[in-house]
């Protein structure tokens, strides 16, 4: 089965850390530029940042630059993002996801992240509160 799985949501305390993965199964995330997007009740999903096959990140969102760091594991195949001192705002359903075709680059813009999707995860759910 050829999927993306997220994990690392859930409850996170204001001011705390939030460590998100993008896992592959059936074939080789390495080879994929590979985007986070969030979304909030009632909007629209948006992109936050992507990470390049060649270790190459941008990050979509300018609120959050500082405290967000992109990163691949090559040990577990994964793609990375970690999220520092956590405000409300951070709530959201974020799911990761691959461009295609493989080997492409991320888009400059974050709009045109969304136009060159081919696969999605199933999201995962991360709750702010005390």
């Known amino acids: 089965q050829v999927r993306l799985v997220e994990s690392g949501g859930g409850l996170v305390q204001p001011g705390g850390s939030l460590r998100l993965a993008c896992a592959a199964e059936?074939?080789?995330?390495?080879?994929?530029?590979t985007g986070w997007f969030r979304q909030k009740p009632g909007k629209e999903r948006e992109a936050v940042s992507c990470?390049?096959?060649?270790?190459?990140?941008?990050e979509y969102v300018d609120s959050v630059k500082g405290r967000v760091t992109i990163s691949r594991d090559y040990a577990k195949k994964t793609v990375n993002r970690n999220i520092e001192n956590v405000t409300p705002d951070d709530a959201s359903i974020y799911y990761c996801?691959?461009?295609?075709?493989?080997?492409?680059?991320?888009?400059?813009?974050?709009?045109?992240?969304?136009?060159?999707?081919?696969?999605w995860g199933q999201g995962i759910q991360v709750t702010v509160a005390s």
């Open positions: 996801a691959t461009v295609m075709p493989g080997g492409e680059p991320c888009p400059a813009q974050e709009t045109a992240l969304l136009e060159v999707i081919g696969r």
């Open positions: 990470m390049s096959t060649t270790d190459f990140s941008t």
């Open positions: 059936g074939f080789n995330l390495d080879d994929y530029a």
